[in-house]
């Protein structure tokens, strides 16, 4: 996992997701070296370059060109990104573009969190994962509602973390803020 | 409960511990109205203002000379402070100066925090009751480990707290760093 | 505040709240001796009790018949009662029948949270405060919604609490789940 | 990532660790398909079974007979064990039994922390890794003093981790206890 101190940061973009979330992110994207992935709302790229690393290739959207410049910095950084599109647009009309995929991570929705969903379900292809990472208190309702309205088991985890900072008189723990992931198990109407 | 953010504050003086901190305090302290209490390390002087307006008389401890002002000011902002006395100095020299105590607080320690506790249990009246906040790994563990060889029953609890805070696009949890109270039960001494 | 292990305890009841929510609980509702309360969903009756010692008159609800009779066992056995009115039956309905209050805490809604929220802000006199506990997603949610949509400023504050149980070989941290308090500042609708 | 309740359960044997806890353990431990590993208290085994997948070789350690037999049968349940040795015992002698290792993970010391990470220390291959996984306060404490002794740059990192569960009228967050990960970056002694 790449550390959070090892991107570069624009105090414009958000990101990126701590290295403990993005861990907890992979182990439940179980990236396959043949899979087709997407991260909605790239950011600073943090999910975007550990997906790189793991499989066939990786479509990066977001509507801030600060973000998608900042993704291209960071793969470059890490030498990675001969495997990524990068793509500047608001993810529903985005989505359109790209081929089916294995698995969809969502961090970031601007607020067509629905819509963005449903697009997603009908480019998943069978046994395909969706993970939405949420900070708001609605992305998490409107995350559990959306996709189990789409017909999916769907499970939520909140991820409480803190951190020790070492001062001269101890260790402070310092928390995260808190996130959610909520994630889809198998869907109903695949099951048929 | 005083709002966190009707508190003066010195970026030099740690605090105001949080209200859902001072709120679980105060219910642990039970403070009676003629009991007298010693809040060492009164920092911002949350606690402070917390048992003056409950108890008899508060003695305020803390060996920065700014955090001794600090608190003076919120006193004075309050209306509170006609029965705190404000002490500068270091906590287990002074601590020699009160009289007995049916409540101490312990938020700052400067690394004497088994000479502070042994000069506490010294002073407590039978029932009292001493509380320490820990925000460092190692006060968590001397507060008990301490607490317990000066013969005392020894409660811990964490509290992680994340507030709301209204964005446009809804509502983010923020988390406050993790704080320990250690906090004593009956005295095993004491009961014989 | 009174420990978790002192009240009677029914299988088919929840509760009672934990003792650093109620501490909470009460430091939000700021008990006066003339306020009169309402604890919707009173279950074991950990609100209902320190409300009964704080304030002038509790109405306490809950629809589960075992919740009532519990609440009153735990009155009987903490001395308190006198003041306390048991109303078994729908909250929406019972509401209908109590007067103006200070005070509303709402721990159990029946999936009816939208409705009596709306009758207790009729109810609420001004300066009234408003507390809702909530350990569902969507509660939290609903909540949140809810009272703004109803023209509050409304707050959100999720509690993590571990307490410490002493084991022969340490200390183990042991979680309570996650509680949110959902609580109004000002109704916009009275500042007018 | 095995599921958590993918895994035989003795009620006399702790673990598995939790699925998210375990995630984090293989991102800090790096596996390397040429990597020696040893897993300290290996409990019912869910650690070694995921190093058993990433490694050359886990030497599994136990005192616990249980422990051993129930980490046995998960491993073949999962098909896994053709790279793992299951050792009973006290791992202090144990550890002295087997070779140099790239990755420690502690997850039981039976009060003899120290002496465990000594010997680990000494066995541990340049670059390797430790990570010590804690529930009780006193572990957390000891498990950072004596890395730090021995040397080493340490970091803690605590997980509070709720997962939802579908209730018929909702989603409830259910805790799981803290853990914390206390781990090692480079050695001071072997950057000299």
Do not use: W
């Not at 939520?156 to 928390?175: C, K, Q, Y």
């Amino acid at each position: 996992m790449i550390p959070d101190d090892e991107f570069i940061k624009n105090p414009s973009v958000p990101g990126p997701t701590a290295m403990e979330v993005r861990c907890l992110i992979m182990c439940l994207a179980e990236p396959g070296k043949n899979d087709v992935a997407v991260d909605v709302g790239c950011g600073t790229g943090g999910v975007t370059l550990e997906l790189a690393g793991r499989v066939r290739r990786v479509y990066a959207i977001d509507r801030n060109p600060e973000a998608i410049s900042t993704t291209e910095m960071n793969l470059q950084r890490h030498g990675l990104g001969d495997n990524v599109t990068l793509m500047e647009g608001d993810a529903p009309e985005v989505l359109g573009e790209i081929p089916d995929i294995d698995i969809a991570v969502v961090g970031g929705s601007g607020g067509e969190l629905q819509q963005i969903l449903r697009i997603i379900k009908d480019k998943l292809k069978p046994g395909g994962r969706i993970i939405v990472t949420a900070i708001l208190l609605e992305t998490k309702f409107e995350a559990m509602e959306c996709l189990r309205d789409l017909g999916f088991d769907v499970n939520i985890t909140e991820l409480n973390i803190a951190r020790g900072r070492a001062l001269d008189r101890g260790t402070m723990m310092v928390s995260r803020n808190p996130v959610a992931l909520i994630y889809t198990g198998v869907s109903h109407e695949n099951k048929d």
